[in-house]
T-cell receptor, first 120, second 112 residues
Framework: GAVVSQHPSWVICKSGTSVKIECRSL??????MFWYRQFPKQSLMLMAT?????????EQGVEKDKFLINHASLTLSTLTVTSAHPEDSSFYIC????????????????FGPGTRLTVL | AQRVTQPEKLLSVFKGAPVELKCNYS??????LFWYVQYSRQRLQLLLR??SRESIKGFTADLNKGETSFHLKKPFAQEEDSAMYYC??????????????FGKGTKLTVNP
């Protein structure tokens, strides 16, 4: 089946540092990946849509200079939280839609296991 | 605006009892609805979608446009059904692609 991995699974960093989170589709290609944020006991909120070979599109209220997204290949998207602060502490989840032969194989999104970020 | 409401944060039933997880939505267009499930220490995964009209693990969900609901039902709950359940709606994202809007989730506990 379609598998999405994330690395790291958890990270602790000091305030002011930048943290990069990787999202990989292991057995399929994905021109589109999605980045979500989940606060404790709350739902997933879409932050941005990552598009291979072009700029990411951010949801309203999400700072694009704060959350840098790079989708350099058909199997990898990265989210960099720049100058992280304690309020950025959260659970970040990515998902991907399989793509082949110029079209989406499925409208199903496959989710990664998530990355727990704690900013001290 | 797109919105998904799951009124119950927690739902507890006994094994063998029927279970219904409620989901209501707000969407001006033609909705595409999903149920996702997250078992303990596992990632979010698709349970079912209204388009396919299928039954997965004994669960069914019917889209009721009149009541704007997409409740998830199972006639006889099993202990292994204990999980977090999210209702989601597919709608337009910024830039023209589609996005999933999730409800806040319902934690189902099936007691022995």
């Amino acid at each position: 089946g379609a598998v999405v991995s994330q690395h790291p699974s958890w990270v602790i960093c000091k305030s002011g540092t930048s943290v990069k989170i990787e999202c990989r589709s292991l057995d399929f290609q994905a021109t589109t990946m999605f980045w979500y944020r989940q606060f404790p006991k709350q739902s997933l909120m879409l932050m941005a849509t990552s598009n291979e070979g072009s700029k990411a599109t951010y949801e309203q209220g999400v700072e694009k200079d704060k959350f840098l997204i790079n989708h350099a290949s058909l199997t990898l998207s990265t989210l960099t939280v720049t100058s992280a602060h304690p309020e950025d502490s959260s659970f970040y989840i990515c998902s991907a839609r399989p793509w082949t032969s110029g079209r989406f194989m499925s409208d199903t999104q496959y989710f990664g296991p998530g990355t727990r970020l704690t900013v001290l | 605006a797109q919105r998904v409401t799951q009124p119950e944060k927690l739902l507890s039933v006994f094994k063998g009892a029927p279970v219904e997880l409620k989901c209501n939505y707000s969407y001006s267009g033609s909705p595409e609805l999903f149920w996702y499930v997250q078992y303990s220490r596992q990632r979010l995964q698709l349970l079912l979608r209204h388009i396919s009209r299928e039954s997965i693990k004994g669960f069914t969900a019917d889209l009721n446009k009149g009541e704007t609901s997409f409740h998830l039902k199972k006639p006889f709950a099993q202990e292994e059904d204990s999980a977090m359940y999210y209702c989601a709606l597919s709608g337009p994202a910024q830039g023209g692609s589609e996005k999933l809007v999730f409800g806040k989730g319902t934690k189902l506990t099936v007691n022995p």
